[in-house]
């Protein structure tokens, strides 16, 4: 709640520089709820872009959340029409909740399933709930005379105390190293206009690369060991198939 409202009136105050209809931004969060995606937006828009590099740009932006998705696609399953919702209402700081819950049971339990998928539904409703509202009220505010600029930070602020409390969560430290590392490169070698997406970009292809790799690494090299049909021979042979045809008749 205290995070999603401020956030969501930033985007409102935002949402109202355009020269748009303020209903538009409230639709915006009800349907598209794209929390960063559509900061970035507003920012797009409010520099003249077109629709097609709106698309391009928020395709580019919220595709870190495949990597949410892979990774919670294990709690998400057998949860019906549920599913569908959960998976649009995955933004970064639902996704950090999510994330973070214990589960009420065992991984196999059908029960304990359906309790934990139920508490995710909530926990996603609220959040979009707490967004739409902060943006109803930032809309409003918008139309009152003051200096808004800044306001942009509070989302900066945000993803860095997420970033500091999932630092803590995680026993992994190398994504963010890699991330660290994906943005002083970028700083270096791309201009200021595509620093965001071409970090983005860049991460996103270094994380997929490094989930084939494990997957690969964890799966057999070949489908079934070889199967030897000859009797073995010699007098060890001997003995081990009389000992194994003593084992077959006193085996109940």
């Not at 828009?45 to 709106?54: K, N, P, S, Y």
């Not at 994504?175 to 700083?187: E, I, N, R, Y």
């Not at 070889?226 to 198939?241: E, V």
Request: hydrophobic share 45%; aromatic share 10%; proline share 5%.
């Amino acid at each position: 709640m205290f995070g999603y409202i401020p956030l969501g009136a930033a985007f409102g105050v935002l949402f109202t520089q355009l020269p748009l209809s303020p209903w538009l931004g409230f639709l915006m969060s009800l349907v598209i709820l794209a929390g960063a995606g559509q900061f970035l937006a507003v920012a797009l828009l409010g520099a003249g872009a077109g629709i097609t590099e709106v698309f391009v740009a928020t395709l580019l932006l919220n595709s870190r959340h495949l990597f949410y998705g892979l990774s919670l696609l294990e709690r998400f399953r057998a949860a019906g029409l549920g599913k569908l919702y959960l998976i649009f209402g995955l933004t970064d700081e639902t996704y950090s909740l999510l994330a973070s819950l214990p589960r009420s049971g065992e991984r196999d339990d059908p029960v304990a399933r359906r309790d934990d998928q139920r508490l995710m539904l909530r926990i996603t409703f609220l959040n979009q709930s707490w967004w739409v509202l902060g943006t109803l009220l930032g809309l409003a505010a918008g139309q009152l005379s003051f200096d808004s600029s800044g306001i942009e930070f509070a989302l900066t602020a945000l993803f860095v105390v997420l970033g500091i409390e999932q630092w803590f969560a995680l026993r992994e430290r190398w994504p963010f190293m890699l991330g660290l590392l994906v943005t002083l490169a970028g700083l270096w070698l791309l201009p200021e206009d595509q620093l965001l997406l071409g970090s983005i970009a860049a991460a996103c292809a270094l994380l997929l690369g490094q989930y084939h790799y494990q997957r690969g690494k964890h799966q057999p090299h070949g489908k079934h060991a070889p199967r030897d049909d000859h009797p073995p021979h010699g007098k060890s042979g001997a003995r081990q198939t009389e000992h194994n045809q003593a084992s077959e008749h006193t085996t109940p």
